[in-house]
C-alpha cells in the first residue's frame, strides 16, 4: 500500500522557516520523480518543488532562492525547506511521487499524492 505522509507544516511569523518532510512507503522511493505541490484557497494547485530520481531539481519562480527540495533514498523521505516566508506561501502544501523519473511539474503526470500538510504566514 502505496503511503505519502507529509509533516512539518504550521503556523510562521513572515519570515521565519519551515522544513515540511513527506514520508514514503509502498513503492520504489529512489526510482520515482518527487514534487512538492500547494494549493491555496480559491486557487488552482501549483508545482512549488521537483527532484527527479537522480537529484535534479526544480522551483517555481516565487520560491526560488528561498526554498530547497531534497531527498534522502535511504530514509524513503522527501524534504522542502523554506526560508524567508511570506504570506503568499500560505497554503495546503501537498507531496506527490511520479513513476517518471525526471522533472515534471504537471500535476497529472503524478501518481500518488499525500494529505497535505497546512503552512499559515502571517504575523
Known amino acids: 500500500q502505496v503511503q505519502l505522509v507529509e509533516s512539518g507544516g504550521g503556523l510562521v511569523q513572515p519570515g521565519g522557516s519551515l522544513r515540511l518532510s513527506c514520508a514514503a512507503s509502498g513503492f520504489t522511493f529512489s526510482s520515482y520523480g518527487m514534487g512538492w505541490y500547494r494549493q491555496a484557497p480559491g486557487k488552482e494547485r501549483e508545482s512549488v518543488a521537483v527532484?527527479?530520481?537522480?537529484?535534479?531539481?526544480y522551483y517555481v519562480d516565487s520560491v526560488k532562492g528561498r526554498s530547497t527540495i531534497s531527498r534522502d533514498n535511504g530514509k524513503s523521505t522527501l524534504y522542502l525547506q523554506m526560508n524567508s516566508l511570506k504570506p503568499e506561501d500560505t497554503a495546503t502544501y501537498y507531496c506527490?511521487?511520479?513513476?517518471?523519473?525526471?522533472?515534471?511539474?504537471?500535476?497529472?503526470?503524478?501518481?500518488?499524492w499525500g494529505q497535505g500538510s497546512q503552512v499559515t504566514v502571517t504575523s
Open positions: 506527490a511521487a511520479s513513476r517518471f523519473s525526471g522533472l515534471w511539474t504537471a500535476p497529472s503526470k503524478y501518481d500518488y
Open positions: 527532484i527527479s530520481s537522480g537529484g535534479s531539481t
